[in-house]
């Protein structure tokens, strides 16, 4: 157990639909990542929040939007969802300001969303 | 365009003997390497990483090389065993991230199975 917490664990939801994904960071982790795999991709760093700010932004989608809340969980709203939407989702927390180490960056167990 | 390359998306080995999954990467920014392992259903786990200065670093049966010349960067599990089979990701970052910004660019991953 990483000590990320994601809901859902799997969803099931229609084209054109908006579905919002849940993160809890391990305690006292201050950074919030989401990353995105698809079947025929690694895993692709979409944004990260630290301390309720976006810090970094990668691959994601206008129609994506992410926030961080002051008890530090993070949301990832995904709106207008198209089939290719269909991944897994995944939540990440590290804890220091300074650059992390790999072994302080631990992953959730994803969120499985599929679009039908 | 994939700045890192994992180009064995399987490999098999027997029980016993040294698996080697490879890595390559284009970005001469990158300064740090990792490698997570993942099960199905769960999310990634940290294994071991390098730092550029480094061209070795070995923890138990796991041992990354790099070559930074080459841009090449290898997994080494000696005595493979059937527990180590998984999904193994290659994960770079660049300190033109930041502090406080830990951006991972992962590979699609290479699916190692481990034959008793």
């Known amino acids: 157990d990483s000590g990320v917490t994601q809901t859902p664990k799997h969803l099931i939801t229609a084209t054109g639909q908006r579905v919002t994904l849940r993160c809890s960071p391990r305690?006292?982790?201050?950074?919030v990542y989401w990353y995105q795999q698809s079947l025929d991709q690694g895993l692709q760093f979409l944004i990260q929040y630290y301390n309720g700010e976006e810090r970094a932004k990668g691959n994601i989608l206008e129609r994506f939007s992410a926030q961080q809340f002051p008890d530090l969980h993070s949301e990832l709203n995904l709106s207008s969802l198209e089939l290719g939407d269909s991944a897994l989702y995944f939540c990440a927390s590290s804890g220091s300001l300074r650059q992390a180490t790999g072994n302080t960056i631990y992953f959730g167990e994803g969120s499985w969303l599929t679009v039908v | 365009d994939q700045q890192v390359k994992q180009n064995s998306p399987s490999l098999s080995v027997q029980e016993g003997r040294i698996s080697i999954l490879n890595c390559d990467y284009t970005n001469s920014m990158f300064d740090y390497f990792l490698w997570y392992k993942k099960y199905p259903a769960e999310g990634p786990t940290f294994l071991i990483s390098?730092?550029?200065?480094?061209d070795k670093n070995e923890d138990g049966r796991f041992t990354v090389f790099l070559n930074k010349s080459a841009k090449h960067l290898s997994l080494h599990i000696v005595p493979s065993q059937p527990g180590d089979s998984a999904v193994y990701f290659c994960?770079?970052?660049?300190?033109?991230?930041?502090?406080?910004?830990?951006?991972?660019?992962f590979g699609k991953g290479t699916k190692l199975s481990v034959i008793p």
């Open positions: 390098i730092s550029s200065i480094k």
């Open positions: 994960a770079a970052a660049g300190s033109y991230s930041g502090a406080g910004s830990y951006q991972l660019t």
């Open positions: 305690s006292g982790d201050l950074s």
